[in-house]
């Protein structure tokens, strides 16, 4: 392999200089002599943007640094690294990608976000500032941008401080990110996502480390660089991720569809949201397989999206987000169907909202082998927190082997451990739980409200249980109890006045 050295074009290695020209040379060089070795040796390097081509390994050496320069000119594309319709690119070593990021702090003044705005209103019942973070004006772009490229590898190298995300592929085949580390602020690092792929096919990403301001893995499927297509054919493994906002996230940007995905052995600490599926622009989530994960979640500042969700679930329409958003843009809602989240360790601050559409409810989910621990942080300035798994609009829905553990401090709002609201066919399989407060003869393990067919079966009713399950609304049918475990609940069965007992079988 020949080998080009970008001192040889011209680069010094001092950070002062701005050595676009010379990397860029050496890039050009390699790539008309038919491929090899970009090399960069240990020393600091400040440029622009730098056009990858096709064939062409970029090596960044351990020791060396790539610096985002904050000169606006040295951009000509939104992004450090950019490369269009190449093939065999790769970026690797273990030297270090910086974006120099900087932030101020000020109030949010006429800045408007819908996606923040419940948290707004929070804060203004409380009579809080709304001081957050904005990025300062004198830094640009991602750090890696790919357009329809194939035969991608990145690998080994460190991203930080990214302006804006930090590696974006769109329509790009046969993507493999392997060991890389990418960290931009918790506390204030917004808009600096981790990993985007964007209507990408067959990726893998492996045993890399992310912790980002924004969210660190998320699945897109938009138009922004072309059609919206599928990103599909998807393996995560062995990842530690952090994020202000979601660690994992089906993302609402979906117009098309994020299916094939499996995702194993990953641990997620110090995030506001743990896995999201959302779909907001009529895209679909399919055929995805979650498993042996550990969640830790907590409410991070009010300008995060999240509430220190361990799981989120959510369909909506764009137009019922955006207030602006035009009527002949809207689309129908969208759809998640056949999910399985398997083995997962969580401890979060927020309830484990699970939410379709009136007009698109979830579709053949399945959450299992789930031990989930709820906690309150008495110091946050606010917590929505009600129940601890809540599950709403939802079709051929399977709860099994579920532990629900409320920690001290209480938090005075906390109810039921699972609410199911407006579903059909569902199995709830070897829960164990009790409401929240031990005192509470209101609230219930579970609650079956407006529920069409469901079986409850081996279930074990926690110490302090008042209500095991409680069971409302007027087209409530068809609720069968076989085989549990309810000795210590005070109440094993609660029917509200409006359902009829012939309607709910048996206690077995």
């Known amino acids: 392999m020949r080998i080009f050295n970008v001192r040889d074009y011209g680069a010094t290695g001092l950070k002062s200089q701005n050595a676009r020209e010379a990397i860029q040379k050496a890039i050009d060089a390699c790539a008309a002599s038919g491929g090899g070795m970009v090399y960069f040796p240990p020393g600091d390097y400040s440029t622009g943007t730098i056009h990858l081509r096709s064939r062409v390994r970029i090596y960044i050496e351990a020791g060396a640094t790539v610096y985002s320069i904050k000169d606006g000119s040295a951009f000509d594309k939104d992004a450090l690294f950019y ?52 990025p300062r004006a004198d830094q640009y772009g991602k750090l890696v941008l790919l357009l329809r490229c194939r035969d991608v590898l990145i690998r080994g190298l460190s991203f930080i401080d990214s302006p804006s995300w930090t590696i974006h592929p769109y329509g790009c085949e046969r993507l493999t990110i392997d060991g ?19 209507g990408c096919r067959d990726v893998r990403i492996a045993s890399c480390t992310i912790e980002t301001g924004d969210d660190a893995l998320v699945f897109y499927s938009m138009n922004w660089f072309g059609p919206a297509l599928p990103c599909e054919n998807i393996t995560v493994t062995n990842c530690r991720l952090s ?68 799981i989120h679930f959510n369909i909506k329409k764009r137009s019922e987000v955006h207030r602006s958003w035009k009527p002949e843009d809207v689309r129908p809602a969208g759809k998640i169907r056949r999910v399985l989240v398997s083995n997962v360790l969580a401890r979060g601050q927020g309830s484990s ?153 048996k206690l077995k």
């Not at 993302?251 to 299916?259: E, P, V």
């Not at 609940?489 to 006045?497: M, T």
Request: with cysteine; net charge negative; charged share 25%.
């Open 353 to 505: 909202q699970i939410t379709g559409h009136p007009e698109s409810w979830l579709e053949d989910i399945t959450i299992e082998n789930l031990r989930l621990t709820i906690s309150h942080n008495p110091e946050a300035p606010y917590d929505k927190a009600v129940n601890a798994i809540e599950i709403k609009y939802a079709r051929n829905f399977n709860l099994r082997n579920v532990e629900v553990t409320w920690e001290k401090p209480e938090y005075e709002k906390w109810q039921n451990a699972v609410y199911v609201e407006k579903a059909k066919n569902l199995e709830v399989d070897g829960l164990q739980a009790r409401q929240a407060k031990p005192e509470d003869l209101t609230a219930a393990a579970l609650v079956l409200n407006q529920v069409g067919r469901a079986v409850v079966k081996n279930c074990q009713a926690g110490a302090g249980t008042g209500i095991f399950l409680k069971v409302m609304g007027p087209d409530t049918a068809d609720i069968y109890p076989v085989n549990n475990e309810l000795s210590l609940a005070r109440k094993p069965l609660e029917l509200s006045p409006e359902v009829a007992r012939k309607k709910v079988g």
């Open 180 to 198: 890389v580390h990418i960290r931009s602020r918790l506390k204030e690092g917004v808009w600096a996502d981790g990993i985007d792929p964007d």
């Open 83 to 134: 490369g269009e319709d190449l093939v065999n690119v790769t970026l690797e070593g273990r030297g270090v990608v910086d974006g120099q990021a900087a932030y101020e702090w000020r109030d949010k003044g006429d800045f408007h976000d819908d996606f923040i705005y419940p948290n707004q209103l929070e804060m203004e019942k409380l009579g809080r500032p709304l001081i957050r973070s904005f």
């Open 243 to 310: 994020s202000a906002s979601s660690a994992i996230k089906f993302c609402d940007g979906n117009m098309n569809a994020i299916r094939n995905v499996t995702i194993d052995n990953c641990v997620i600490t110090d995030s506001n949201r743990g896995l999201s599926f959302m779909v907001f622009d009529g895209g679909v989530v399919e055929n995805v397989v979650i498993s042996n994960l550990v969640i830790e979640t907590r409410r991070h500042d009010w300008f995060w999206w999240g509430d220190g969700e361990p």
